[in-house]
């Protein structure tokens, strides 16, 4: 009875780990991009066209780590866009941000049906994430007998990654002169300018990581999650990850926290699907959802976001 129950909650735990991935790479892109003072709403769009090129990338070469690569360019670009219609045009924000939702989920599709026999989803993967810790687990291996410690540490590469990067975007944005760069042109981008910051280079580099780590989360997602991209593979993922933010107040730590806490409603899902709770599929399919709704009527009011965001820059009138 209670190894069962053990198992049960490795198994919840592992899960949370494995769904919570994704919404940590594309958080942390969010934090990059929105401290830097430029919103983007886009990072929807951007996680769907990286989880398509990770897919496609990791089905044409065979190596799951180039398609990891693919998606982070394809994010990227997807990004630089968003870039230069927010800060060189000086473009609503919401606006574009909306467009490249739109844009990034059509491209996907359409470059999909050309790849794939008109199917709007990839072949199956060959190779999904490594196991970097399976050397510690499995028959013969050190941990063989603790079912609990293989279902919890037992990951795919991308949730060792995404942790590192938690710690690495932390690094960056408090204890690094870049970083505080960027949290300057997000408080007050005039003030900075006068110091010789440069705040269109600042912006522009930002929203071009946050697209990058979007395109991360998107792979994460159809190359370790599931073996293949589909069109409603990301559903709305992206903007849990916005939600996550939020709730993690701007900050790396708190949007981990806050993604594991979406992940954690995904895991709980998942288990009580498979242990056939009578409770009806789409109740459980809707709890991420729903608890992201909660939780951000929780914290509206209560988060103070970066001083100058979604503010267009005009270097002309700061002059």
């Known amino acids: ?30 934090v990059i991009t929105e401290r830097s003072g430029v919103v983007n709403i886009g990072l929807e769009g951007m996680m769907c066209f990286g989880a398509f090129a990770g897919a496609a990338g990791a089905y044409f070469s065979q190596d799951p780590w180039i398609g990891f690569a693919c998606a982070a360019i394809a994010g990227g670009l997807l990004a630089l866009l968003h870039a230069i219609a927010c800060v060189s045009f000086a473009a609503e924000q919401i606006v574009s941000g909306i467009a490249i939702n739109f844009m990034g989920t059509g491209a996907a599709l359409f470059i999909s ?116 991209f589909s069109n409603t593979l990301i559903s709305g ?34 288990f009580l699907g498979a242990k056939g709770v009578p409770v009806p599929g789409d109740i459980l399919a809707i709890l991420p959802y729903v608890l992201t709704i909660v939780v951000l009527v929780g914290v509206v009011g209560k988060t103070t976001p970066p001083g100058a965001i979604g503010k267009i820059f005009d270097k002309g009138e700061s002059a």
């Open 237 to 270: 993922h992206g903007f849990i990850a916005l939600a996550a933010m939020i709730f993690g107040k701007w900050k790396p730590q708190g949007a981990l926290v806050a993604c594991l806490l979406f992940g954690g409603a995904k895991g709980v899902e998942i």
């Open 1 to 30: 009875m209670m190894e069962a129950l053990i198992k049960d909650i490795g198994f919840i735990i592992g899960t949370t780990l494995m769904y919570s991935t994704p919404l940590i790479f594309t958080s942390l892109g969010g």
């Open 113 to 228: 049906r050309m790849l794939f026999d008109g199917a709007t989803q990839t072949l199956t993967i060959p190779n999904k994430m490594p196991l970097p810790l399976n050397f510690l687990f499995g028959e013969g291996k050190m941990f063989a007998s603790s079912g609990f410690m293989d279902l919890v540490f037992n990951r795919f590469a991308t949730v060792y990654i995404a942790f590192l990067m938690v710690f690495l975007i932390w690094f960056i944005l408090y204890k690094t002169k870049i970083g505080m760069r960027v949290r300057a042109v997000g408080e007050n981008p005039e003030a900075a300018n006068t110091l010789g910051i440069s705040v269109v280079k600042i912006r522009y580099g930002a929203v071009i990581m946050s697209g990058v780590f979007a395109g991360l989360g998107g792979a994460a997602m159809s190359i370790a999650v599931v073996s293949r």
